[in-house]
């Protein structure tokens, strides 16, 4: 589910599980212990990539709707894990969104120092109220980092998914590239900063995010969390199906 290869001081992740890459709960668990990996090696940069045409779909949501209230906390639980990690990592993260990213894929792109987004006919955004779930706190806590929170209120309340150059012109992503240098794009930013002063970089690194770490410091860790909560309601439950239907046709 994940492929990794260094390129000098630069770990590269690829997401590798066909055909989406989806999150499930051995996906998520593959990209928590490759991130721990990263942190142990010798590695001073990381890039997070995709396949071509594809960073993430999000959530396995098929797979997901089988589990009962047990089963999914064990996988918001796992969720939120990746998501501390990307937050907290101590090396610096590129993005290479190469291709749509659509509700989780956008979440983990945004956890990213920086993004490099392909050109195309390609989207990412926050759809998850257009198929029935809350995103909670911390992912409009994250978004509203990253975009302001007039362009999060309206981006979330309204699911809207960005074209590249959309989401370029606000700050969603920091960079767009052909779609076949995407991921070349994002090594040589990771690679830049890598040359750069360990200590001083960590440093400043953990200053200019101890925000986005206590947005998700306790993420996933109450019971009530509004994701959990949602999950089995009737109406998102219905809309999560429904969805699931159109994509069979």
């Known amino acids: 589910m994940i492929e990794t290869r260094s390129i000098g001081d630069v770990l590269e992740i690829r997401l590798a ?23 142990r090696g010798p590695a001073r940069a990381l890039v997070v990539s995709g396949r071509p045409g594809m960073f993430s779909a999000g959530l396995d949501v098929p797979s997901l709707l089988a589990k009962n209230p047990a089963e999914m906390h064990v996988f918001w ?8 990690q990307l937050a907290s990592c101590p090396l610096p993260i590129a993005c290479a969104i190469t291709g749509h990213s659509p509700a989780g894929g956008a979440v983990l792109a945004m956890y990213c120092d920086y993004r490099v987004m392909a050109q195309g006919a390609f989207k990412i955004g926050l759809n998850e109220v257009a198929v ?4 909670g706190p911390v992912i409009y806590g994250v978004l ?27 700050g969603l992503v920091d960079e767009l590239a052909a779609p076949e240098e995407v991921v070349d794009r994002a090594i040589a930013w990771a690679q830049n900063l890598a040359r750069l002063p360990a200590a001083a970089l960590a440093a400043t690194r953990a200053l200019a995010r101890a925000d986005l770490i206590e947005i998700v410091r306790t ?11 949602h999950w089995f309601e009737p109406e998102t439950q219905a809309a999560l199906r429904a969805m699931v239907a159109r994509l069979k046709k």
Do not use: K, W
């Open 219 to 229: 993420a996933g860790v109450e019971v009530e969390d509004p994701l959990e909560r």
């Open 17 to 39: 599980r066909p055909p989406v890459n989806a999150f499930n709960d051995a996906m998520l668990a593959a990209i928590r212990d490759a991130l721990a990996a990263a942190t």
């Open 144 to 170: 509203r980092r990253v975009v302001g929170a007039r362009r999060a209120e309206l981006l979330l309340a309204s699911a809207r998914m960005l074209t590249p150059d959309e989401a370029l012109a606000i």
């Open 132 to 135: 029935g779930i809350h995103p």
């Open 77 to 84: 639980r796992l969720f939120f894990d990746v998501q501390r």
